[in-house]
């Protein structure tokens, strides 16, 4: 019983302290990725600027992600935890890309289907406009017979009845009077059927204008979306790492708090203490041969921390 104890014990911290090493790296990748995304869009804002002084003060932010970036690998690797961090901030940025390819995706749905839409407008409006030219060519054509008829009628009345110097000019002068009043009919009306005609072509453009109009500005609204719905991804991420980053230290504060408390109650009567400082500060101070009882901890309730034992082997 008084080797279980111990031994149980330290299974509860050796399990605490891999959870939290677990939950830190993966908040830890989390923050990384959505550093690296804002580190790009900087570095694209950058490019679009001539050289100059609004350039170099953006390169100066672009640096400072990047020492953000360095400074997060060191802190994964004093924790051992670099392998989680890269692995999380691998999943988050492939998260992230296919936030934004399903938006571009739909974008493209989207503005295809107007775009087939004007086209089937387009097509209908030039089936009205062929249909119109169409009637218009009949109507000349049933005005062209009429006149052809109507002549053909007079001449036939004419050439029946008698003696063609009988006739004298009277009846012919009637003749070339109808004769011209329904040629002038035939092209009042062929007139009147290609304005028509036009009319309507002008009418099936214009409502082929404005479908391709309204095409273009569909196309640009989802256009907007997807770049809102890719803003709200990255918002969301960076959210989320936050949280992590909030919660991931909350979670080493407690593994730590539940460690030190077994290690308490294994070592019973001992009276031995071990120090008040985090795993890695423990780790550099026997890398860098320091006595942590003579550190003075700057974190929470005076623990040690692996920035305070450099310190001290710096003195």
């Keep these: 019983m008084t080797d279980q104890g111990p031994n149980l014990q330290q299974q509860i911290q050796q ?32 490019e679009q600027l001539p050289d100059g002084d609004a350039k170099a003060q953006i390169q100066e932010m672009v ?14 690797q004093d924790a051992g935890v670099e392998d989680s961090m ?53 109507a000349v054509g049933g005005a062209t017979q009429q006149a052809q008829d109507t002549v053909g009628g007079l001449t036939g009345g004419l050439t029946g009845g008698g003696d063609e110097e009988e006739g004298g000019g009277g009846p012919l002068g009637g003749v070339t009077d109808q004769v011209g009043q329904a040629a002038q009919g035939v092209q009042d009306t062929a007139g009147q059927a290609a304005g028509q005609a036009q009319e309507a072509a002008g009418q099936a453009t214009d409502q082929a204008g404005q479908v391709a109009g309204q095409a273009q500005d569909a ?17 969301t991420a960076g959210q989320a790492a936050q949280q992590g980053q909030q919660a991931a230290g909350q979670a080493a504060q407690q593994a730590q708090d539940t460690a030190g408390q077994a290690a308490q ?23 860098l041969g320091v006595d942590l009882s003579q550190v003075q ?19």
């Design 15 to 46: 399990q605490a302290t891999q959870s939290a090493q677990n939950f830190y790296g993966q908040s830890m990748g989390r923050v990384k990725s959505q550093i690296q995304n804002y580190r790009e869009q900087l570095e694209q804002y950058a």
């Design 63 to 76: 640096d400072s992600y990047m020492e953000l970036e360095s400074s997060m690998d060191q802190a994964a």
């Design 86 to 138: 890269n692995e999380a901030a691998e999943q988050t940025q492939q998260q992230i890309q296919e936030v934004a390819q399903g938006a571009a995706q739909q974008a493209q749905d989207t503005a295809g289907q107007v775009a087939g839409q004007a086209q089937e407008a387009a097509g209908q409006a030039t089936d009205q406009a062929g249909q119109v030219a169409g009637q218009a060519q009949e």
């Design 219 to 235: 196309a640009g609204q989802v256009t907007d979306q997807a770049g809102q719905a890719a803003g709200q991804a990255q918002e």
């Design 265 to 287: 109650q294994a070592g019973g009567g001992q009276q031995q203490q071990q120090p008040n400082a985090t795993q890695a500060a423990q780790q550099k101070a026997q890398e």
């Design 297 to 315: 901890g700057s974190g929470a309730e005076g623990r040690i921390t692996v920035r305070d034992v450099i310190s001290a082997s710096n003195q």
